[in-house]
C-alpha cells in the first residue's frame, strides 16, 4: 500500500510547508528563537516541527518529524500521560514538538502556530477582549486563557474550538500570555491569514531613543553583565512605561524558559551588585534594566537569548503606557522551568542561551 508520505500530493505540501515555514520563522514579529511551530496532516500522517529546531532552517536542516495523527489523538482521548511518546522520532533522534498534541487536536490540514508579537501585546492585556473582538470582526477565532504549554493547552484549545459550529471551527485561536494559532486547508491560506490577523492587531511600536552605553559599561564593569547587543531591545528601559510593563513579572513563556523569570531593575552599580547578589543561588541571572540607559544581560547570553531579550522588548513596545498586563504566576514559572519538555528543548540551545551555573 502507497503511504501518504510516497505521495506526488504529500511531496507539493511537504515543500509548501517548508517554505512558508523557513518565511515565517525568518520574521522575528512571529518567531523567535526556537519558538513557534507548523505542521501538516495528510492521511495518517501529522509532519510538525521538532522541538528545539528553528522554523527558519526549514529548508536547510531537517526541522520536522513525522508523528501517527491516530496514535497521538487516540492518546489524548486515554489521557496518556505523554500522548506523543513512541509516536515518531525524526532525523538523529529529534523528539516532535511540545505542541504536537495541539497540532493533532485542531481538525485543519495546516496549522501555524507562532509568538506573533502584535498578538502577544494583546494576548497579555487583561482587558484586551473587547478590542479583539472589534479588530478580529468576521473572523472565526476564539480565545483560550493562559495554560501551560503541552497537554493543558491542546485540552484548553479543543474545548473553545469545540464551542464553534462543527461546520465553522475557530481558524484562529489568541492564546493569552502565550501567542497565536492559525489553521487553514493549506499553507497559502493559512499564511495569508496569520498575515490577516497580525496586521488587525498591528499595533505602532512607543517610540524608543538612544540607550547610554557609556553609562551601562561603567555600571556593568566586572560584574559579569554586558550591555545587549540588539540596539531595539534597549528600549525596555528607555521609558517609564516599559520599565514598568517589563518588571511587571514573566508575561510568556518563552522568556521563563530562556531567560529566567521575570527581570530586574536597577539604577546604578550598588542595585546590580545587589541583583547579582540575590540571584547567586539561581539557575539564571536575570535581564537587568538600567532606567534611562538601556538593558544589561549576563556575559553568558548568547544569541538565541539576545533574541529573546529583543522579542521582549517589542512586545512591551507595543502595549499601552497606561494598560494593566497579566503575567505568569510563580506557580508558571516553576512548571516551565522544572518541565522535562522544556529542558529537553532549552538543552538543544544551550550554545545559544545562558549557560546554567
Not at 511600536?205 to 556593568?220: F, K, Q, S, T, V
Not at 536597577?266 to 546590580?272: F, G, I, S, T, V
Request: hydrophobic residues 45%; aromatic residues 4%.
Amino acid at each position: 500500500m502507497e503511504r501518504p508520505q510516497d505521495t506526488e500530493d504529500f511531496h507539493r505540501a511537504a515543500r509548501s510547508l517548508l517554505e512558508a515555514s523557513a518565511r515565517v520563522g525568518s520574521n522575528p514579529l512571529y518567531v523567535q528563537g526556537a519558538g513557534g511551530n507548523t505542521s501538516l496532516k495528510i492521511g495518517d500522517v501529522l509532519r510538525v516541527k521538532a522541538s528545539g529546531t528553528r522554523l527558519a532552517d526549514a529548508l536547510v536542516s531537517d526541522v520536522f518529524v513525522d508523528v501517527s495523527l491516530s496514535r497521538v489523538r487516540q492518546g489524548v482521548r486515554d489521557g496518556a500521560a505523554d500522548p506523543v511518546a513512541g509516536a515518531g522520532l525524526g532525523a538523529g533522534g529529534l523528539r516532535p514538538s511540545i505542541e504536537t498534541t495541539l497540532h493533532a487536536l485542531m481538525p485543519h490540514p495546516v496549522v501555524f502556530h507562532v509568538h506573533c508579537v502584535n498578538t502577544l501585546a494583546w494576548a497579555i492585556q487583561p482587558s484586551a477582549a473587547p478590542a479583539l473582538a472589534a479588530r478580529l470582526d468576521g473572523l472565526a477565532w476564539a480565545m483560550v486563557p493562559y495554560c501551560k504549554p503541552g497537554l493543558d493547552l491542546t485540552r484548553a484549545v479543543a474545548a473553545a474550538v469545540a464551542e464553534r459550529p462543527a461546520n465553522a471551527p475557530a481558524d484562529v485561536v489568541i492564546l493569552a500570555n502565550h501567542g497565536l494559532i492559525v489553521g487553514g486547508a493549506d499553507c497559502a491560506a493559512v499564511e495569508a491569514l496569520l498575515d490577516e490577523v497580525a496586521g488587525r492587531l498591528r499595533v505602532a511600536p512607543r517610540p524608543a531613543g538612544n540607550a547610554d552605553r557609556a553609562r551601562l559599561e561603567e555600571i556593568a564593569a566586572g560584574s559579569g553583565y554586558r550591555p545587549t547587543r540588539r540596539d531595539e531591545a534597549h528600549g525596555l528601559a528607555l521609558s517609564p512605561a516599559a520599565v514598568r510593563i517589563a518588571a511587571s513579572g514573566s508575561l510568556y513563556p518563552d522568556h521563563v524558559v530562556f531567560l529566567g523569570p521575570g527581570v530586574a531593575v536597577a539604577e546604578d552599580r550598588a542595585a546590580l551588585d545587589r541583583v547579582v547578589s540575590a540571584s547567586g543561588a539561581l539557575p539564571f541571572r536575570p535581564v537587568v534594566l538600567v532606567p534611562g540607559a538601556g538593558v544589561l544581560v549576563p556575559e553568558g547570553l548568547g544569541e538565541a537569548g539576545e533574541e529573546m531579550v529583543a522579542a521582549l522588548a517589542m512586545v512591551v513596545a507595543r502595549i499601552p503606557d497606561g494598560a494593566g498586563v497579566s503575567c505568569l504566576s510563580a506557580a508558571d514559572e516553576q512548571a516551565l522551568l522544572n518541565w522535562d519538555a522544556e529542558k529537553y528543548r532549552q538543552s538543544l540551545q544551550t550554545s545559544q542561551t545562558l549557560q546554567p551555573r
